[in-house]
């Protein structure tokens, strides 16, 4: 079977989008291949890792559109000319508006660093560090209109401990998701991922 075609869209340092793309080239039998990385942020981390393995960059300025609407159309003309079946978002920084939403309908991921719906938006570990959580975690998820707030795919707990800082404690959340979302984006490539209202099944389990 031909393998899907996934876009990565990532802000910043990019090492999931590296372990998605690492994933699927260690394994000839992959179901997917990271055909195109999206970066919004010049000089970002993400688009020196994309030059290293070779997945072809679309640079984007939001900025330099009239609307957030105009910036995603363009997204997806360059999405459409590439045959991507789907979006995998990896520390891609913006909410997104219906444009893309409704071009790619329950077929965008993210990954975020906290166990839903504890933690939403921006440094969640730290978020949870400071609510003097004692379990910390990921959570991978389906892409709605909101914050983190789509119907959840995958989750992973770690402890928190008593002496962690967002310094120790994140280095640990960051080996759990490019462990996870590899295993998530494999298995929505191959059609195991079903949604039901806002209860999501693997089928066939993640294999971890
Ligand atoms: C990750 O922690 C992810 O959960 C969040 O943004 C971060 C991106 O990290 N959405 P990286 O750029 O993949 O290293």
């Given amino acids: 079977m031909a393998k899907k075609r996934v876009a990565v869209f990532a802000s910043g340092s990019g090492s999931n989008f ?13 179901p997917y291949e990271v055909a195109l990385l999206v970066c919004d942020k010049p000089g970002a981390g993400a688009i020196e890792r994309a030059e290293r393995l070779g997945v072809p960059v679309y640079a984007v300025r939001p900025k330099s559109y009239a609307s957030r609407e105009a910036y995603e159309a363009d997204v997806v003309r360059e999405l459409r000319e590439r045959g991507i079946d789907f979006i995998v978002l990896a520390g891609y920084m913006r909410l997104v508006t219906s444009v893309l939403l409704d071009a790619f309908e329950n077929r965008i991921l993210n990954i975020h660093p906290s166990l839903l719906p504890a933690f939403p938006g921006l440094h969640a570990v730290e978020q949870a560090l400071a609510y003097g959580a004692k379990v910390a975690g990921v959570t991978v998820h389906f892409v709605d209109g909101g914050m983190d707030s789509g119907a959840i ?25 490019h462990r996870l979302y590899p295993a998530v984006v494999r298995a929505f490539a191959e059609d195991r991922v079903r949604l039901d209202g806002r209860r999501v099944v693997v089928e066939g389990g993640l294999g971890l």
């Avoid at 590296?18 to 992959?30: F, G, K, L, Q, T």
């Avoid at 795919?153 to 960051?174: F, G, K, M, S």
């Fill in 18 to 30: 590296e372990a998605v793309v690492s994933a699927s080239v260690r394994d000839a039998a992959s």
């Fill in 153 to 177: 795919i995958a989750q992973e707990a770690l402890a928190v401990l008593p002496d962690d800082t967002a310094d120790t404690l994140y280095p640990r959340v960051q080996v759990i998701e």
